[in-house]
């Protein structure tokens, strides 16, 4: 199976966020903690958590912005952490 994390599929995955020093750590269900590795895809098998940090841009639709300071994207049905700006392929319905 892959590490990457998929934007559109009709099944989801769980996740928990954990909240540390004003940043979120995004862990999967088999303990393993989501990170965006040197190529910019969003991946769910890190062994150190990495730090997300969550901003309420509309209602009912979160941006979720990376230590890299880019946010996270659906791109082609695949999860990018590599976006200098929000626009509606960064904004995730909660």
Do not use: M
Request: charged letters at 25%.
């Amino acid at each position: 199976s892959s590490n990457t994390l998929d934007a559109n599929r009709s099944v989801y995955d769980i996740f928990s966020l954990l909240f540390s020093d004003g940043a979120y750590h995004i862990q999967s269900v088999g303990g393993k903690f989501w990170y965006v590795s040197s190529s910019g895809l969003v991946c769910s098998d890190g062994d150190k958590p990495e730090d997300f940090f969550l901003e309420f841009l509309e209602h009912g639709r979160v941006g979720i912005k990376g230590k890299n300071g880019k946010y996270l994207r659906g791109d082609s049905g695949a999860l990018k952490g590599d976006a200098a700006t929000v626009d509606p392929s960064c904004l995730w319905e909660y």
